[in-house]
């Protein structure tokens, strides 16, 4: 049971566009909601979260958005960078451990 | 933020053998867990490790195939025993940040089984 889902398995971005990387979730009780970033032969990194008490959480060019009447969330980067090319994992939180989605990989093109 | 070193980074095994990944925390926490990210998949908790305590482990997960040390609050092992080809995943480490659930990993131990 896929309490997290990432439906899109990759995203094509040109840079300097926004890129919007979507998550779905099934459970109510999750009370945070956290998107990492992970390179090739890296563990996945921390970029930003949201609880489930905001619908709107900001840092830099990462916005990540929280509607929980429909249990979805979404990460917006703009402008999109090469850097940014890596697999995006969102995770939520509940019950003292994290349950994660099965990646996006994006890719920003020049 | 707390620091990971996780080794080894890769290892190439036998099936039949068992392979140890350690797990180094540059400052004292009080959990650990261990996950596993198979091909195409999503990071999978195996379990959490407790100093002084045993470790719990998620449904699917037991501890004759996944046993774990944490001998102290910076340490732990994580050990995959009997191995077969379908072990053949990424194992990572992770520890609680002052902010849970903003949690940090280590580098992650890609394990082929041939």
């Known amino acids: 049971d896929q309490q997290v889902k990432q439906n899109s398995p990759s995203l094509s971005v040109q840079e300097g566009r926004i890129s919007i990387l979507n998550c779905d979730y099934t459970?109510?009780?999750?009370?945070?909601f956290l998107w990492y970033k992970k390179y090739p032969a890296e563990g996945p990194t921390f970029l930003i979260s949201?609880?489930?008490?905001?619908d709107k959480n900001e840092d830099g060019r990462f916005t990540v958005f929280l509607n929980k009447s429909a249990k979805h969330l979404s990460l917006h980067i703009v402008p999109s960078q090469p850097g940014d090319s890596a697999v995006y994992f969102c995770?939520?939180?509940?019950?003292?451990?994290?349950?994660f989605g099965t990646g996006t990989r994006l890719q920003v093109t020049l | 933020s707390a620091v990971i070193s996780q080794k080894p980074s890769r290892d190439i095994c036998q099936r039949g053998t068992s392979l140890t990944i350690q797990c180094q925390v540059d400052s004292q926490v009080t959990m650990m867990f261990w996950y596993r990210q198979q091909p195409g998949q999503s990071l999978t908790l195996i379990a959490t490790a407790n100093q002084g305590s045993e470790a719990t482990y998620e449904s699917g997960f037991v501890i004759d195939k996944f046993p774990i040390s944490r001998p102290n609050l910076t340490f732990s092992t994580l050990t995959v025993s009997n191995l077969s080809p379908e072990d053949s995943s990424i194992y990572l480490c992770?520890?609680?940040?002052?902010?849970?659930?903003?949690?940090?990993f280590g580098q992650g131990t890609r394990l082929t089984v041939v």
């Open positions: 995770a939520a939180s509940g019950a003292s451990k994290l349950t």
């Open positions: 459970n109510s009780m999750f009370d945070y």
């Open positions: 992770s520890v609680e940040d002052e902010e849970w659930p903003e949690a940090f």
């Open positions: 949201i609880s489930s008490i905001k």
